[in-house]
């Protein structure tokens, strides 16, 4: 934990007058881990969560016997998850680092005192002892598709993922473990970000062989960070950049899939754990092609500039240049985003003997259709207004 602490970069806050209160579980000390220090084994029940007790007909006023702290709740995928999970009862720990209304729409998903919003400082182990105080299940969705000034990839996908790793091995009432990686991580990946999530997977495994890792493709849905930064863009500007050739395959997922997988890989009788699943959409797709479903949605007709892989790397390379060098913060970087651009630049689809969706009893939807009916908003004349490609209508058929 030292080792970790060091590479954080930041010494442990002060704890605040809420995590005393924990101290009867978790004693406070200012020593950091070290070799002379116990080490601590998994304590990960076997059998998962499956002997809890559960109250109730099942619905959101039940009792799943569950108390799961999410780790990363308030992004994309975490308020899909944080439904799915107090639909069925459970309580959910919510950590948040923001502001106060970071987290409140999550409060409505369940029932009262279901959701239990708690602040906490990333880089205090305290604050995330105090965090898991009650929980019997943690599940880690932290993770970053770029960078900034205060957070690289490697402090939060990897070193983040292996100090909850840790800290829930010495807890000792930890049953389940769930790390959310990315399709594509690998050490010899050219993104940063896949590499930092390879290393978290390899160090969550280390510390907790029993924790089950989840690899989802590039997730689709309503805050997504593909199709609603292309059609922003297209809205905008009357075109769509295409980096390369668009001929790059990937494998998308709609997000509430990947948020059933999680709590089915859960509610098992702890069949899925040590195991790592690759969770892609039931279609393969070429970036072009998935270009051409989002013009479909927003009734536009498909016009593109293909760059050429090195140019577009040269259009975003000056933000990663300047990131840490200018006083003030970078913009945020939408489809000129170097890392991006690298993990996009090979193909990225699920491997033919990888542990899928079939492994947890889901059938993934298709994209076109519901998943991505959210593109409506950007019909420039409302829901109804214009038509699709397959809808083209000449001029002579006019009344």
């Not at 998850?81 to 987290?103: H, I, T, W």
């Not at 604050?127 to 943690?138: D, E, G, H, L, T």
């Not at 980096?243 to 990947?258: A, E, F, L, R």
Request: aromatic residues 8%; contains cysteine.
């Amino acid at each position: 934990m030292q080792a970790v602490s060091k590479r954080l970069g930041h010494q442990f806050s002060k704890p605040s007058p809420a995590i005393f209160s924990h101290q009867s579980i978790y004693p406070l000390s200012d020593q950091c881990y070290s070799a002379d220090r116990p080490r601590y084994t998994s304590t990960l029940t076997t059998k998962g969560v499956g002997h809890l007790v559960r109250k109730g007909t099942g619905g959101r006023s039940s009792v799943s016997g569950i108390v799961a702290a999410v780790f990363g709740a308030t992004g994309f995928l975490g308020r899909y998850l944080v439904q799915q999970l107090a639909k069925m009862g459970s309580q959910v720990l919510v950590p948040f680092r923001g502001s106060e209304d970071s987290q409140r729409h999550l409060k409505l998903m369940g029932d009262l005192g279901q959701i239990v919003p708690m602040k906490y400082n990333p880089r205090d182990e305290n604050s995330i002892k105090a965090v898991m105080a009650k929980a019997n299940v943690v599940i880690n969705l932290i993770g970053r598709e770029y960078e900034t000034r205060n957070y690289s990839f490697e402090e939060v996908n990897h070193y983040m993922a292996e100090q909850l790793a840790m800290i829930s091995k010495e807890h000792g009432g930890i049953m389940r473990f769930i790390q959310l990686s990315c399709l594509g991580a690998s050490s010899s990946s050219p993104s940063k970000m896949l590499r930092s999530k390879a290393a978290a997977e390899e160090a969550v495994l280390r510390e907790l062989p029993e924790a089950t890792i989840m690899k989802p493709a590039v997730m689709i849905g309503t805050e997504d960070r593909i199709l609603n930064p292309w059609a922003h863009f297209a809205k905008k500007y009357g075109f769509l950049p295409l980096v390369g050739d668009g001929s790059t395959k990937i494998q998308p997922v709609y997000v509430v899939d990947v948020a059933s997988a999680i709590v089915a890989a859960l509610k098992d009788d702890g069949t899925s754990m040590g195991k790592v699943y690759e969770l892609g959409g039931p279609e393969i797709f070429t970036m072009h092609q998935l270009a051409e479903l989002m013009y479909d949605m927003i009734r536009e007709w498909p016009r593109y500039v293909k760059i050429p892989l090195p140019i577009a790397k040269a259009i975003a390379m000056p933000r990663e240049i300047l990131l840490k060098k200018v006083p003030f913060p970078m913009p945020t970087p939408t489809i000129f985003n170097l890392d991006f651009i690298e993990a996009f630049s090979t193909d990225t689809v699920m491997s033919k003997d990888a542990l899928t969706f079939d492994g947890l009893g889901i059938v993934p939807h298709k994209l076109k259709g519901y998943p991505v009916e959210f593109l409506i908003q950007y019909r420039k004349g409302g829901p109804q207004y214009g038509s699709t490609v397959s809808e083209r209508v000449s001029p002579e058929s006019w009344p």
